[in-house]
């Protein structure tokens, strides 16, 4: 089964601080995707990626930058951190096409005071 | 723009009754729906997916229908179980780009004894 794994599981930091989410995919896949998940709003993209180098706009990005590295990592940054950017992060990963199964990791609790 | 509709934000049932989660879609392209579940404090799973038209996909219990003439894809269960408590996502990828996904807001599905 696809693995994607993401670090670190849970972080706390302050307004104006400086964050970012580490999502790594062992599964040979040439997508891969950020999401927040809200109460109420569900799983909503942030940014994503069809290979190293590549970066494509989601439907929330203000506030948020990513970067693809390799094939397998891709990281989230947020530089100056909101209280309203709070929230559970999943990243996922994808082999692309129609019907492509999206493969989610564990997700990281972030909280900005 | 692409966009899912799930009615219900919580449906509470008791166990051994059936189950029909609404999933409503907009998009003016050929589409594939899926259905995502996701446990307490775990990642979103593919439930299942389809994007024939009429024809009924089943997966550990669960089945539905893609009905193209009225854009829905309800997710029903002829009788819960306790271990089906999660929160279930609707979502939406279709022909303009079928590496995005477009979820819904989520319905959560709690069992009772």
């Known amino acids: 089964e696809a693995a994607v794994t993401q670090s670190p599981r849970n972080k706390v930091t302050v307004t104006g601080g400086n964050v970012t989410l580490s999502c790594r995919q062992t599964?040979?896949?040439?997508?891969m995707y950020w999401y927040r998940q809200d109460t109420g709003h569900g799983l909503r993209l942030i940014h994503y990626?069809?290979?190293?180098?590549?970066?494509q706009i989601g439907d929330v990005p203000d506030g948020y930058k990513a970067t693809r590295t390799t094939q397998e990592d891709f990281f989230l940054l947020l530089e100056l951190a909101s209280p309203s950017q709070t929230s559970l992060y999943f990243c996922?990963?994808?082999?692309?096409?129609?019907?492509?199964?999206?493969?989610f990791g564990p997700g990281t609790r972030l909280t900005v005071l | 723009g692409d966009s899912v509709t799930q009615t219900e934000g919580l449906v509470t049932l008791t166990k051994g009754l059936p189950v029909m989660l609404n999933c409503t879609y907009q998009?003016?392209?050929?589409?594939?729906l899926f259905w995502y579940v996701q446990h307490l404090n775990e990642a979103p799973k593919l439930l299942l997916k389809?994007?024939?038209?009429?024809k009924r996909t089943e997966h550990q219990g669960f089945y539905a229908t893609l009905h193209k003439s009225s854009s829905s894809f309800h997710l029903q269960k002829s009788s819960v179980q306790l271990s089906d408590s999660a929160l279930y996502f609707c979502?939406?990828?279709?022909?303009?780009?079928?590496?995005?996904?477009?979820f819904g807001s989520g319905t959560k599905l709690t069992v009772e004894p």
């Open positions: 996922a990963s994808s082999g692309g096409g129609a019907g492509a199964e999206q493969f």
């Open positions: 599964n040979s896949h040439n997508y």
């Open positions: 990626s069809y290979g190293a180098g590549n970066l």
């Open positions: 998009t003016t392209y050929s589409p594939f």
């Open positions: 389809s994007s024939t038209d009429n």
């Open positions: 979502a939406l990828s279709a022909m303009s780009n079928y590496n995005v996904l477009y």
